[in-house]
């Protein structure tokens, strides 16, 4: 079992940036492909990025492709999402999220909220 707790979110204008962290307890965080979602008001919660256990394949929705990159650290147990050109539309609660190999993903952190400003 993991728990997640994510950091980092806060309000930017747009064009600028903000670098997401989840903190994963339990010692076997190598073992679990970590995504990042979000959830705008009135939307339903979207895939946003993810990397697998190893950290050797990541993938992205297509509208944050070459803005937003995934990353992680085993050692330190943390999972980042460095936001670029951020736009008004990236506006939203952002959570991380883990599985182990094809199941879905079954461990959530509690958000943290992103508010990019126009």
């Known amino acids: 079992q993991v728990q997640l707790v994510e950091s980092g979110g806060g309000l930017v204008q747009a064009g600028g940036s903000l670098r997401l962290s989840c903190a994963a307890s339990?010692?076997?965080?190598?073992?679990?492909?970590m995504g990042w979602f979000r959830q705008a008001p009135g939307k339903e919660r979207e895939f946003v990025a993810g990397i697998t256990w190893s950290g050797g394949v990541t993938y992205y929705r297509g509208s944050v492709k070459g803005r937003f990159t995934i990353s992680r650290d085993n050692a330190k147990n943390t999972v980042y999402l460095q936001m670029n050109s951020l736009k008004p539309e990236d506006t939203a609660v952002y959570y991380c999220?883990?599985?182990?190999?094809?199941?879905?993903?079954?461990?959530w952190g509690q958000g943290t909220q992103v508010t990019v400003s126009s």
């Open positions: 999220a883990a599985k182990i190999g094809a199941q879905e993903y079954n461990y």
């Open positions: 339990g010692r076997t965080f190598s073992s679990y492909d």
